[in-house]
């Protein structure tokens, strides 16, 4: 039992390694510009060894994806519970901004969003039900329901609103580089989003 527990556990370490240098290449290179032997050679690992873990590099970057999903579940069970629902939504949206500009930066970010229309690998970027979307669903419905008047749009539009402010924001701050950050790149669009609720 201990063997196998062991064996498991290096496991996990070997694949979170393997992420971590193939999020550096990333960041360093370039996600086009990195190859899977790059990895491997980056990991003093063998081909073999990568794809025991992984299909192939974009599943790293889908794999750390949902390791970003874990952090913004954290973020969410962290907000204060006295504030009003709308700075609720609003401190989220901020906090998120702030670890994909830190974790990420804008050339990656770049290249994900460049690489997401291009083929079909980030799935899980792109995917409805992950579970960022998820949180801005139960963030937004705590506005809706703090409300005194009933929004003309209903949670499934006003989700998808809210989520193509995000991604906008995101897409505008890579594409025209500014000297602001992107929490402050989105503070009026979300300033706006925000207003539309009484």
Known sequence: MIK??????ETENKRGFI???AMQLFK??????????????????????????????????????ALADKYYEQLYND?????SPKRRLQLFLENVFIYLEET????????VYSTSLESEAHLYFRNPNRKLFMLFEALITEVIEASPTKPALSLK???????????GVIYHWCTFPEDQ????????????YLNGFS
């Open 4 to 9: 196998r527990e062991n064996k498991i556990h």
């Open 19 to 21: 992420i971590r240098i």
């Open 28 to 65: 360093e290179k370039g996600y086009k510009n990195v190859s899977v032997d790059e990895i491997v050679q980056a990991c003093n690992s063998s081909k073999g060894s990568f794809y025991h873990h992984f299909k192939s590099k974009a599943e790293i970057l889908n794999e750390h994806f």
């Open 79 to 83: 907000l204060p519970i006295q504030l």
């Open 104 to 111: 990420f930066g804008r050339e990656f970010l770049s290249v």
């Open 157 to 167: 539009q006003l989700k998808l609103a809210f989520t193509q402010l995000a991604m």
């Open 181 to 192: 950050s992107l929490q402050e790149s989105g503070a009026s669009a979300l300033q706006h």
